[in-house]
Structures are given as structure tokens and as C-alpha cells.
């Protein structure tokens, strides 16, 4: 039950990031709207466990995985313009 629970707010954090910060690059389809989010929330972990605001056994909340999902989306930006630019 656990990955159902993880597919389904990944997805909600993906939304509510690419609402947040809507671009021509960003990724589209519920697949990578998903992957956006679950990403999302691994770097916000990641991250708030190297600052030290989470412990070892902790995850990020809501807010920080749709912060962490706003991140990647920016780096996918642009990563995206670049490429087609070229």
C-alpha cells in the first residue's frame, strides 16, 4: 500500500508544481507528472537531511516535496531549452 500511497502524492506534488511554475518544457502526461513528483520529494529529503532538518528515518512534507518538485522542474527547463536550441 505504500507505493500506491507514493505514485498518488508524487502526482499531486507534480500538479501543484507545474502550476505553480507553468512552462512551454515542462514534462507532460501523468507518467512524468508522477516521476516530477516523487523526484520531488526525494531531492526535498535529500536535501533537508543534509541541512539537518529531518533525521535519518524521516521524509520531507507537502511543502518541501512540491519545493523539491519546483527544483526539478527548473533544472528540466532548462535542460530542455538548451536542447532545443541546438
Known amino acids: 500500500m505504500g507505493i500506491i500511497w507514493t ?6 506534488v507534480g500538479i501543484v ?3 505553480i511554475m507553468p512552462g512551454k518544457n515542462e ?6 507528472t508522477t516521476i516530477l513528483g516523487i523526484i520531488g520529494a526525494v ?3 535529500y536535501l533537508g ?7 535519518p528515518n524521516q521524509g520531507a512534507g507537502f511543502i518541501a516535496s ?3 518538485a519546483i527544483i526539478v522542474l527548473a533544472i528540466w527547463g532548462i535542460i530542455a531549452g538548451r536542447r532545443s536550441s541546438v
Open 49 to 55: 537531511q543534509a541541512i539537518g532538518w529531518y533525521g
Open 43 to 45: 531531492v526535498a529529503t
Open 17 to 19: 508544481a507545474k502550476f
Open 27 to 32: 514534462p507532460s502526461g501523468f507518467i512524468l
Open 7 to 12: 505514485i498518488i502524492i508524487g502526482f499531486v
Open 66 to 68: 512540491v519545493v523539491g
